[in-house]
């Protein structure tokens, strides 16, 4: 398999490149079970972000991103979920399309969660910023809920991402074209 050598807080890691199309590959960055590299990330952006009271990721990649950066400063971490669960009271969502995933996604929160946020400031942490897509429901989702963003932290931003000035991140990673 084709891989994508990739040097981020300290670490190296060779991530499997996978056809988006028939043009551009990308290199699939995976948290999940990474621990080292998560426990690494999360340190590194804390160093970057700015004051915040609580963190929100969406389903299901950033999840390990947000619970590290959340142990290490010891705030809490909301998770926008993709479907209304059982326990979720009086549901908010927006749609979301990412480069990731073929069909449309609702991302939710529930009303506990909107009142955790609410009148709060809130940074929004995620595994990869690429088209921006999931990014911009997350953010519409903390609007609709009342917080006020004072960060958007990524591991990685990919393709022209990295040129954007209204995101943190650690390290850029290029859009593989055939």
């Known amino acids: 398999m084709n891989t994508y050598t990739l040097n981020v807080a300290g670490l190296t890691r060779e991530l ?31 160093k970057k972000v700015p004051e915040f009271d609580v963190i929100i990721t969406a389903e299901s990649k950033g999840i390990p991103l947000g619970y590290e950066i959340s142990r290490q400063c010891g705030k809490n ?10 326990y979720m009271t009086n549901p908010i969502s ?3 399309q990412s480069i990731t995933t073929a069909a449309k996604q609702t991302l939710f929160l529930s009303e ?10 809130v940074l929004i942490a995620d595994d990869v910023i690429s088209t921006g897509e999931s990014l911009n429901s997350l953010i519409a989702l903390v609007e609709k809920a009342g917080g006020n963003i004072v960060g958007k ?3 990685l931003a990919e393709g022209d991402a990295a040129d954007r000035n209204d995101i943190i991140f650690l390290e850029k990673l290029p859009l593989l074209f055939k």
């Open 16 to 46: 499997p490149v996978c056809p988006l199309n028939d043009k551009i590959d990308i290199a699939a960055f995976i948290m999940f079970s990474d621990v080292e590299l998560t426990v690494k990330c999360a340190e590194e952006l804390l």
């Open 77 to 86: 971490y909301i998770v926008a979920r993709k479907s209304v669960k059982l």
């Open 94 to 96: 927006v749609e979301v």
């Open 153 to 155: 932290a990524a591991v």
């Open 112 to 121: 506990e969660d909107v009142n955790r946020i609410n009148g709060k400031k």
